[in-house]
């Protein structure tokens, strides 16, 4: 079956980095668009950054762009999220997910998602 498994998060300082990982199998990695979402308690959950199978596209939430980078290793079937500066508004469980793309729309990386990660907590402390 697919599972995707996401590592990498924990306690930083605000202005520290993280890198996520999320390492995906049962599934054909380099037919997906992959996201990493992230999730406060109480609130909605947000796209934070995604790329194309082909990493030929991506796309970045305004509250982390020039902070963050999302890249993917399709020989290992692993996508990433550098993160750096991190702030407390950081806070939060930190999702993979992976979207086929045959129901990719160009640009739009806001679709529906077919299979998620457990989720990795991250916690940016002042």
């Known amino acids: 079956q697919v599972q995707l498994v996401e590592s990498g998060g924990g306690p930083v300082l605000a202005g520290g980095s993280l890198r996520l990982s999320c390492a995906a199998s049962?599934?054909?990695?380099?037919?997906?668009?992959m996201g990493w979402f992230r999730q406060e308690p109480g609130k909605a959950r947000e796209l934070v950054a995604a790329?194309?199978?082909?990493?030929?596209?991506?796309y970045y939430a305004d509250s982390v762009k020039g902070r963050f980078t999302i890249s993917r290793d399709n020989a290992k079937n692993t996508v990433y999220l550098q993160m750096n500066n991190l702030k407390p508004g950081d806070t939060a469980v930190y999702y993979c997910?992976?979207?086929?793309?045959?129901?990719?729309?160009?640009?739009?990386?806001?679709?529906?998602?077919?299979?998620w990660g457990q989720g990795t907590q991250v916690t940016v402390s002042s």
């Open positions: 790329i194309t199978w082909n990493s030929g596209s991506t």
């Open positions: 049962g599934l054909t990695f380099s037919n997906y668009v």
């Open positions: 997910a992976a979207q086929n793309r045959r129901t990719y729309i160009g640009g739009y990386f806001q679709g529906s998602y077919d299979y």
